[in-house]
T-cell receptor, first 114, second 112 residues
Framework: GAGVSQSPSNKVTEKGKDVELRCDPISGHTALYWYRQRLGQGLEFLIYFQGNSAPDKSGLPSDRFSAERTGESVSTLTIQRTQQEDSAVYLC????????????FGPGTRLLVL | AQSVTQLDSHVSVSEGTPVLLRCNYSSSYSPSLFWYVQHPNKGLQLLLKYTSAATLVKGINGFEAEFKKSETSFHLTKPSAHMSDAAEYFCVVSFNDYKLSFGAGTTVTVRA
């Protein structure tokens, strides 16, 4: 299990419901990042963690989006009251450190809001 | 404004012929530059990375990229395409050392 893992791989939900997306980074990686990839578009930065703190939340689209990280390991991205425009692939990445470090990506969670 | 532009949304090549994927960036200083590949239903995989060492960077699977500061370019090449190279390729720039900015992507198809 050397890579970044994410769960679930696919999630279908109804508009208005809350969803939680999980990311398990590579062991020992202090930095963790969340991105969103909408259909036909590049990745958008959402948030990153240094340890358990989030110095930059500037990419979160609205206050319906939140994320936390515990034990300098697992992170959860929560979307409350989902909207159809939240449908996207949510990607998590981790890196050994923050500055000038290569980010290693997980396979993503494909979210579909009906 | 800092940005990254992939000049081709789609590239089609014959197996065994060269591949060229073009990328330009705009920045007031030298950024870190990456190429990632995404195969269908797979995660993003790092192909190569430039961080102000040699301007010609060799990556995995026979790919290489050349950093040209005067042209603000970081084009990706491979001398001979293989069927397994069919995927989407992203040019990625890091302007402030952690936030990656992705190009829109180039889809590569390889004809037998």
């Amino acid at each position: 299990g050397a890579g970044v893992s994410q769960s679930p791989s696919n999630k279908v939900t109804e508009k208005g419901k809350d969803v939680e997306l999980r990311c398990d980074p590579i062991s020992g990686h202090t930095a963790l990042y969340w991105y969103r990839q909408r259909l036909g578009q590049g990745l958008e930065f959402l948030i990153y963690f240094q340890g358990n703190s989030a110095p930059d939340k500037s990419g979160l689209p609205s206050d319906r989006f939140s994320a936390e990280r515990t034990g300098e390991s697992v992170s959860t991205l929560t979307i409350q009251r989902t909207q159809q425009e939240d449908s996207a692939v949510y990607l998590c990445a981790s890196s050994l450190k923050v500055m000038q470090a290569t980010q290693y990506f997980g396979p993503g969670t494909r979210l579909l809001v009906l | 404004a800092q940005s990254v532009t992939q000049l081709d949304s789609h590239v089609s090549v014959s197996e065994g012929t060269p591949v060229l994927l073009r990328c330009n960036y705009s920045s007031s200083y030298s950024p870190s530059l990456f190429w990632y590949v995404q195969h269908p239903n797979k995660g993003l995989q790092l192909l190569l990375k430039y961080t102000s060492a040699a301007t010609l960077v060799k990556g995995i699977n026979g790919f290489e990229a050349e950093f040209k500061k005067s042209e603000t370019s970081f084009h990706l090449t491979k001398p001979s395409a293989h069927m397994s190279d069919a995927a989407e390729y992203f040019c990625v720039v890091s302007f402030n050392d952690y936030k990656l900015s992705f190009g829109a992507g180039t889809t590569v198809t390889v004809r037998a």
